[in-house]
């Protein structure tokens, strides 16, 4: 193990509900946003700038940054996957950093954002250089990285490659996601450890789905091959609407207690994230993913 500590985005507000059926008021957000600080949550992926005929449950956007918490010590992040998205995102003037995405394949690209894999890759560098102008920073997530649910396999080499060229943009990092869930441990260890040999020294950040039950292996994996950064959801809520069969992402409270009870501090109050999760499921009306959450405490 590499790593001592590690920093998690908390991508619940985002990730965790884009793909609910059930529409989740912008007070419940905005509490569970709250809620995300107070178990000491400084990333937050808070909302996406997207078409909200898409992404429904993301559609008060605005709404929702307009109310943040006026936080000096926590970087307010928004999922963009164009110019229009990032032009929207820095107009609110709350939004701390700009997530940009492109995928591996065109087939996925084609379907998510209506571009192919390198068109997608140069509006994120685009991006990119948007929030750099505006005195934001800005980030790359190559998505489907480790597989495309309508071209199955996705090359190493094809990763690699992407992700040297998205370095030359400069972003804050270059996140490796796995969109659809069907990463192994032995595979992330190797993506995660080439990216960081080509990326000059860039941190690596890691975006698991629990879809295959191999997500806490994977970040595991990818701690251990020197990733800086995880993204976890509150109660394992999470999925994409145009990836057929995505699952939840991987627990916050999981990770959070993998991590610390192997050595690896996250800076996140487990008690704290266990009692907001609590409370998360009363707010959905039902059980959630998540496993820690529903286990007794331990040590007791």
């Not at 926590?74 to 709350?94: F, P």
């Not at 069907?182 to 950040?205: H, K, N, T």
């Amino acid at each position: 193990m590499k790593q001592t500590s590690i920093e998690i985005v908390e991508v619940g507000p985002r990730d965790g509900l884009q793909n609910e059926a059930l529409a989740v008021a912008t007070a419940d957000k905005l509490a569970l946003i709250d809620r995300a600080i107070g178990y000491g949550a400084r990333r937050i992926e808070v909302t996406s700038f997207v078409n909200p005929k898409k992404v429904p449950q993301l559609a008060d956007a605005e709404e929702l940054v307009a109310q943040l918490p006026d936080r000096a010590d926590v970087t307010y992040i928004g999922l963009v996957l164009n110019r229009r998205g990032a032009e929207r995102a820095i107009a609110t003037g709350r939004i701390d950093e700009l997530g940009a995405v492109c995928v591996t394949s065109d087939s996925f690209g084609i379907r998510n954002q209506g571009q192919t894999s390198d068109e997608a890759l140069a509006a994120a560098m685009d991006i990119v250089a948007l929030a750099k102008s505006a005195g934001r920073s800005g980030q790359i997530t190559i998505a489907t990285a480790f597989g495309c649910p309508f071209e199955g396999e996705i090359a190493i080499d094809r990763v690699v490659e992407m992700a040297k060229r998205a370095a030359d943009a400069a972003p804050r990092e270059i996140a490796l996601a796995d969109t659809i869930g069907v990463g192994v441990p032995s595979q992330v260890a190797d993506m995660v450890g080439r990216v960081r040999e080509a990326v000059g020294g860039l941190p690596v950040r890691v975006h698991f789905h629990n879809t295959r039950n191999t997500g806490l292996a994977n970040v595991w994996a990818a701690v251990a091959e020197g990733a800086a950064t995880v993204d976890a959801s509150l109660g394992g809520l999470g999925g994409c609407p145009f990836a057929p069969g995505a699952a939840g992402n991987v627990p916050t409270e999981d990770v959070v207690y993998l991590l610390e009870r192997g050595g690896v501090a996250t800076g996140l109050d487990l008690p704290a994230i266990v009692d907001a999760a609590t409370w998360f499921t009363g707010v959905m009306g039902r059980a959630l993913p998540a496993m820690v959450s529903k286990a007794p405490a331990f040590p007791g």
